[in-house]
């Protein structure tokens, strides 16, 4: 069952039971961190953080699922802020475990001097805007009501997990799970008969460690998915020696680049090359490993159905490879949809996993899940006697995290009205109706499209240096227009469209989660210009929003 963390620590004492504040910062992640260093130690404000959790890390702290790690390479899936911090941290390997990754967060927590501001255990409940006061109130779960000029959310994209009502689901007898809210003392699968839900990344990752473990593995797959190999390695002191010397080059180019890695999507088209060609560069794209293999083979996967149709082909040729069972590999094939219109995973021994004796697939797409029973899953041809389930089920990305707090903007608009449609800021950064309310990673921003770190780091800044500027012109208030705001919406479903993203049905859209509204959510129009429209608009005086003295 989804674990909670205990309630660690004192309740609040009286006079800390109301506090004023220049910021709250809602979540203790990659961004929260971020934010509380810039607000408090560059900008000098009263800042602090409220995060439910018992420990820093977020998305790191939650996702404790075996197999958990990171996929963009640990050397730029982390800041860059600090000079130092980059010079003494060493990661093990290319792609660390979730505890490394949790470590180098409680490092920084503690480097930076970040614990005595950060309030853990605390779930933030609501957020009313006071317009007379022109400050926010907010209040917890352990009974404070805080009053701060700002609340800048750092709740993350993929936080508020997607368990799927399945009738009976709470009458199984075994226990279950899901990836993003594992129990901190972990799960000992040994002699069990395990259902694995869903084959996203994080089913994707679990699949070959709880195969390893476990009695028996039944993965049910809904959608099959295509994924690409890690290629995960130790990292040599020499390659450490040269990542160190390079560092502030790698960083640079991570700003530059279309999905934050160092290196560039490259311009040709697939069809500028011969077959022979095109299937050599996959080939070495395979066997380097990782999001290469999407983002430095050809420009027009992501535009053009026929360049994109080559990538799957190859892909689906390595299932055909891999999978000794012909008709094991063929459930694995995708087709429904082009390769990476969802979000790509890429694996350690997913595909091999399948050749396991104790490892089967069953397609529920064509035999749906009916019920849970409390033996088992049913679908509509089978039982399946279980003793753990775990669901890889997803999250209801990028609105619920913010929705599940109750926000209220001006005239006490509540954000999940505003947003009953789908989601709508100004650059992913502010809603109209909400002054100074921020969204780090926000939807309208390019967020989840780009490697996590530099998204997160370059709003933090933009939103302290708003706040700067703020204070040093005599601004008490911001807000986007609305017609600045609408416009911003229409160009991120714009671009979209120019996109095969439209083309699968991908929690980017909502589509995973059901009633959802389904709207594009990230920006695909890529960082430089993403990067380029922000620095614009700050530039021009914050043009678009409503500044208030
Ligand atoms: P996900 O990509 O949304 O995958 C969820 C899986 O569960 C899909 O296969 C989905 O099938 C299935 N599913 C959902 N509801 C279902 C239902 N009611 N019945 C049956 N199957 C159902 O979720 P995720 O794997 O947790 O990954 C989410 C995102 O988190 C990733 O895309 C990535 O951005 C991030 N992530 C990153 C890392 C990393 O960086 N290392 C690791 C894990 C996750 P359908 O496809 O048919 O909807």
New binding site residues.
């Given amino acids: 069952m989804p674990n909670r963390p205990n309630r660690a620590g004192p309740h609040p004492a009286a006079d800390e039971a109301s506090r004023s504040l220049d910021v709250v910062i809602i979540g203790a992640g990659f961004a929260g961190l971020y934010a509380l260093y810039r607000f408090r130690d560059v900008l000098g404000l009263d800042a602090r953080v409220y995060e439910t959790g018992d420990g820093v890390g977020g998305t790191w702290y939650w996702?404790r699922y075996p197999g958990?790690?990171?996929?963009s390479e640990s050397f730029y899936y982390s800041y860059s802020f600090s000079e130092e911090l980059e010079q003494e941290w060493e990661w093990s390997s290319k792609y660390p475990e979730q505890p490394e990754i949790l470590a180098y967060l409680n490092h920084v927590a503690d480097r930076f001097d970040l614990r005595r501001d950060i309030q853990l255990c605390t779930k933030v409940l609501s957020a009313a805007y006071d317009e007379s006061a022109a400050r926010w109130e907010v209040t917890t779960d352990r009974g404070e009501r805080i009053s701060a000029t700002y609340v800048v959310t750092a709740v993350g994209c993929?936080s508020a997990a997607?368990v799927?009502e399945?009738p009976g689901r709470d009458d199984f007898r075994g226990d279950w799970y899901h990836?993003?809210a594992w129990p901190k003392q972990g799960v000992d699968f040994s002699g069990k008969r395990v259902g694995l839900?869903?084959?996203?990344?994080?089913?994707i990752?679990a699949t070959p460690v709880i195969a390893a473990q476990a009695e028996h593995l039944t993965v049910?797959q809904?959608?099959p998915?295509y994924t690409v190999p890690t290629r995960n390695a130790r990292l040599r002191p020499e390659e450490w020696a040269k990542i160190k010397r390079d560092y502030r080059a790698i960083r640079q180019k991570t700003r530059e680049t279309q999905a934050g890695f160092p290196y560039d999507v490259l311009e040709r088209s697939a069809f500028d090359v011969s077959d022979e060609q095109r299937r050599e560069i996959y080939e070495q794209l395979w066997a380097e490993g990782g999001f290469k293999f999407l983002w430095g083979s050809f420009g027009d996967l992501l535009r053009d159905k026929r360049a994109n149709h080559t990538a799957a082909e190859f892909i689906r040729s390595k299932i055909r490879e891999i999978v000794k069972d012909p008709g094991t590999a063929e459930k694995l094939c995708p087709t429904d949809h082009p390769y990476g219109s969802?979000?790509p995973p890429i694996d350690t021994d997913y595909y091999v996993t399948f050749n396991r004796p104790n490892v089967s697939l069953v397609d529920?797409k064509r035999s749906p899940?009916v019920e849970i029973t409390p033996q088992g899953i049913r679908t509509e041809d089978a039982t399946y006697e279980l003793d753990t389930i775990v669901f890889?089920?997803?999250?209801d990305a990028m609105t619920g995290s913010l929705l599940k707090i109750d926000l209220r903007g001006v005239g006490g608009l509540r954000l999940a009205e505003k947003w009953a449609a789908g989601p709508r800021t100004y650059l992913g950064l502010q809603v109209a109706g909400f002054p100074n309310l921020f969204t780090i990673t926000g939807p309208g921003s390019p967020s989840?499209l780009l490697n996590m770190p530099v998204a997160i780091e370059q709003h933090v800044d933009w939103i302290s240096d708003c706040i700067e500027q703020m204070r040093v012109k005599g601004f008490r208030t911001i807000q986007p227009q609305l017609d600045a705001e609408d416009a911003w919406v229409e160009h991120v479903n714009e671009v979209a469209k120019q996109t095969l993203f439209y083309e699968a049905?991908s929690?980017y859209l909502g589509a995973?989660v059901p009633g959802k509204p389904q709207v594009f959510m990230p920006y695909v129009g890529g960082q430089p210009l993403y990067r380029q429209k922000c620095e614009a608009v700050a530039t021009a005086g914050y043009a678009g929003f409503e500044l208030r003295a």
């Fill in positions: 996702n958990a790690r990171c996929d993929l997607n799927p399945i990836t993003g839900i869903g084959t996203g990344s994080s089913g990752q049910f809904r959608t998915n969802k979000r529920i899940i890889a089920t997803g999250f989840v049905k929690w995973n």
